[in-house]
């Protein structure tokens, strides 16, 4: 990183986090800081996003990948919000978003404790 550049990491989309996600994630954050250099861990930031989904976007992947809806389209876990440009999505619910970011933050901290989380929402 000679340029001076910090670099960014974008740790999204999150979803909920069961057992067999959280050891995705754990090897994946393990990998990130093996593969980089020092100098490159120093400047690491994070951005992390969890889920939000949408109707026509759900159709959609209903086509594509219906297996993979099932983990992202939970509406038991979910509830609606409007976008700040007027359309209508749906991300978990409050309580449960903060206990599933927590819980992801703590995994970045303990796995990646190089990786500096600039916002996560």
């Keep these: 990183m000679s340029c001076g550049h910090w670099r960014s990491e974008h740790l999204d989309t999150v979803a909920e986090p069961d057992a067999d996600r959280l050891e995705d994630w754990r090897y994946l954050l393990e990998s990130l800081g093996d593969a980089a250099s020092a100098a490159t861990r120093e400047q690491l930031a994070a951005e992390v996003v969890m889920l939000t989904h949408n109707r026509p976007l759900h159709e959609v992947n209903l086509r594509w990948h219906p297996r993979a809806e099932d983990l992202l389209w939970r509406p038991e876990l979910q509830e609606a919000k409007r976008s700040e440009g007027g359309g209508l999505n749906i991300r978990y619910r409050r309580g ?26």
Excluded at 98 to 121: G, N
């Design 96 to 121: 449960l978003k903060r206990e599933l970011l927590d819980s992801f933050l703590a995994l970045v901290e303990t796995r990646a404790p190089y990786l500096r989380v600039r916002y996560a929402f």
